[in-house]
Each structure stands twice: as C-alpha cells, then as structure tokens.
C-alpha cells in the first residue's frame, strides 16, 4: 500500500545509501548541510541503516523516508515508511522508493535507466497506484537523472560509500520539477 502525505514544502534535499553505521557519519551530516543548502525538507531512499540517520538529517528539516527492508530498522510513520509513498505538493506528486530493479519493476538502473520489464507508466501505476511527476529512488549508490514516460527519475547517489559521492536537490516551481546532482567533497 502507498502511504501518502500533503506536503508545503518547495525545495527538497535528496539522499539515498547513506549507510550511517559504516561512515563517520557526523562528518557525512556536515557534509550533506553544505551540499543541500537551505531546504524546506528531506527525501530519503533508504539503506540509511541505524535510526541516528533519520534523527540528525531532521535537525535540518523535516524527514520523508523509506526503508530498505533487508537492513533498515523498522517503520516509525511518518518519518520513516516500508514505502512506496507519495509526498503530493500542490499538484505535483513524488514517488519515494527504495529500488527500482526489484519486484514488481525489474529495471535497470546501473548506469543509465532502462525499463526492460514493466514500461514507465506500468511501474508507476504498480508502485504508486498512478503518475507522479518525479520518482526518487536509490538503491545503486549511483546518480541518475532521467526523463521517461514524462516523469523525471532521480537517484540521489549515496554521500559516503561512492567513488563518486553525491546528493541531490529537487525544487518545485509552479508545476515544474528541477533537479541538481551536488558531488559531496
């Protein structure tokens, strides 16, 4: 089931992977303020792998996150979902999940995204129950950004376990949908 919330917000902070147990992760944070700048809230794909993730990344806004269910810890609505969930803005909508190449999708997303089994349309309606205008994923520790179906799909990368470290930020403009990928020094 997807849960869904009603968001305010206009510029979102995109991290995925961040593997919070593995790194010096209060190093990782500062490094993550600096890329995002100021941002109204958070999107997190998942593997962030110990609650202190979600809990320090809050105290820069406000949370939206799902798990990866093999490592994450355990759902805490509404800040942390099994996923998928819809953050709708205005009347923008933007899928939140863990991985696109498991079940029900199967696409490649490693290094450019194909979608060999469902199309992009079907694997909307199979994870969110319909079109969104943005699909933020992670999952591959790898950034991408795609436009298909006419909805853009983004892969923040992962800030700590990448030979290219990176995040991103998503804003919201009158309908209209930007995303940077920010390289994390």
Do not use: Y
Not at 69 to 84: F, N, Q
């Amino acid at each position: 089931m997807t849960v869904r919330h009603r968001l305010t917000a206009r510029r979102f902070g995109l991290v995925s992977d961040t593997h919070d147990d593995r790194v010096d992760w209060p190093l990782a944070v500062e490094k993550i303020r600096a890329a995002f700048g100021p941002v109204d809230a958070i999107i997190h794909c998942g593997d962030l792998c110990t609650p202190r993730a979600i809990e320090t990344l809050g105290a820069l806004a406000p949370v939206w996150a799902v798990r990866n269910p093999a490592t994450d810890p355990p759902p805490a609505s509404p800040m942390l979902v099994d996923g998928p969930r819809v953050l709708e803005v205005g009347a923008s909508g933007i899928g939140v999940v863990f991985s696109l190449s498991t079940e029900p999708v199967r696409a490649e997303t490693d290094p450019v995204l194909r979608f060999s089994g469902l199309g992009p349309d079907a694997a909307l309606q199979a994870l969110f129950g319909g079109k969104v205008d943005v699909c933020v994923f992670g999952g591959t520790h790898s950034p991408i950004v795609a436009q298909a179906g006419g909805t853009l799909f983004v892969n923040p990368g992962s800030p700590t376990l990448a030979k290219s470290r990176s995040v991103g930020v998503l804003t919201l403009e009158d309908g209209l949908a930007s995303v940077e990928i920010v390289a994390i020094a």
